[in-house]
């Protein structure tokens, strides 16, 4: 495993599009929306379509000049091989699952999964692909999971919305032991405050609607290889992918059959965005974790709130794990009320807050969790969840602490 858990120097971020060389001499990587691409000569061409002529582009739904830009931005964050960006995190997450899973394969994942992902593997399942579920606090239950089908272990960093920590470092190391694909999702934590290589994660997955992005302007998601898998012991790998250097087979595969064949192209107006909103992605991470941090000590001890999630609380079930791999505990945290009934109006009362989905924008959000976006899911899923009828999600924005913790007070009065 990656000894190395920091993230790339800001400077390396800010210059990256410069020194990957620039038309004209411009600062940013222009946005280029031609869809197909020329060559003087057929050998190129050809040499496009059979891998061979490096940095080139033949049709846009397979990528662009500008989402090419993006993805050496991506990969130089999570210190990977190559990085592959697609229309959104689901796509991306769809891309991974749907081209290198078969019926028969097995995959086990933590149980306190993103709602959208969680529904993705009713999709694998009508598939012929079972997935188990599992609290990822525990490598232990993870291992009893394990089958001679199992093909890949998946995470997330931290849980939305009940901020659940796996043991990272303790299942890489297993992943490795049995030759397993090891997938994390670093969504909420981002390249800036956790690096999935330093713990042998094979890929790594990102929304870039979310943290790497910010701004909430933009949607888009990434597949990164970090390099810690050998994809020659990977089963599902196509003949026809194998031909080219064996550290690409995965991202090969992954591009081909997600962009080529599926279609989950990033529009290159959304990379362009994407790629400024992550110039700036050091700086807002830092003061949103230290934002939430603050507001989550406030509500911890407000007579309104029953309890908190955040990782970066003493009170957190997977707070040392959290601090030993996270450099800060980011932007997601969650409140319970101890009277739900209470919940509509004391949301109604928030003034700077924005009653609203989504995560990771500039601006705080909050939503209440149960009877909204894990409405479907029903009662019984919600109470395996954890997901309490008082539980709010707050997505901390760049507000001042102070106003925010104002604004909660008074809401909660």
């Known amino acids: 495993m990656a000894d190395d858990k920091r993230p790339p120097p800001v400077s390396a971020t800010l210059h990256s599009d410069r020194r990957g060389g620039v038309e004209h001499g411009a600062i940013h990587k222009p946005i280029h929306t031609s869809v197909q691409y020329g060559y003087e000569r057929t050998e190129d061409l050809i040499g496009v379509f059979q891998g061979t002529l490096k940095n080139s582009f033949s049709y846009a739904r397979q990528g662009t000049p500008t989402t090419a830009a993006l993805e050496a931005k991506l990969t130089q964050l999570e210190q990977g091989l190559g990085s592959i960006c697609f229309s959104s995190g689901m796509a991306a997450l769809s891309a991974v699952f749907l081209t290198l899973l078969r019926a028969g394969d097995h995959v086990v994942s933590s149980h306190f999964v993103f709602g959208n992902t969680n529904s993705l593997f009713g999709t694998l399942a009508g598939l012929g692909v079972a997935v188990d579920k599992v609290d990822a606090g525990s490598v232990d239950r993870v291992r009893d999971a394990l089958r001679p089908q199992t093909r890949m272990v998946f995470v997330e960093t931290i849980a939305n919305p009940g901020t659940q920590v796996p043991d990272l470092e303790a299942i890489g190391a297993l992943c490795r032991e049995r030759g397993l694909l090891y997938v994390v999702d670093n969504t909420i934590t981002s390249p800036a405050l956790f690096q999935p290589r330093s713990v042998g994660a094979g890929l790594v997955v990102n929304s870039l609607t979310k943290t790497i992005a910010g701004h909430g302007a933009a949607l888009g ?152 976006i894990y409405w479907e899911a029903g009662p019984v899923v919600r109470a395996e969840m954890g997901i309490a009828d ?18 909660f007070g008074q809401a909660l009065a």
């Open 221 to 372: 998601g990434a597949v990164t290889d970090t390099g810690e898998f050998d994809w020659q012991a990977y089963p599902n790998i196509a003949a026809s992918y194998r031909g080219l250097d064996p550290r690409q087979w995965g991202l090969q595969q992954i591009r081909k059959k997600g962009l080529r064949d599926m279609g989950g192209t990033l529009a290159p107006e959304q990379a362009h965005r994407i790629s400024l909103g992550a110039e700036t992605l050091a700086l807002r991470v830092a003061q949103t974790s230290a934002t939430a941090l603050a507001l989550a000590r406030f509500l911890e001890v407000h007579a309104a709130v029953a309890r908190v999630h955040y990782p970066m609380l003493a009170s957190h079930p997977q707070h040392a794990l959290a601090t030993k791999h996270f450099q800060a505990g980011s932007w997601l945290l969650a409140f319970e009320l101890r009277d739900s009934s209470r919940m509509p109006a004391a949301l109604d009362r928030l003034q700077l807050a924005i009653k609203a989905t989504g995560l990771g924008d500039n601006r705080t959000l909050v939503i209440p969790v149960a009877p909204t």
């Open 390 to 407: 008082g539980l709010v999600r707050v997505s901390v924005g760049l507000e001042a602490a102070d106003e925010l913790i104002a604004d």
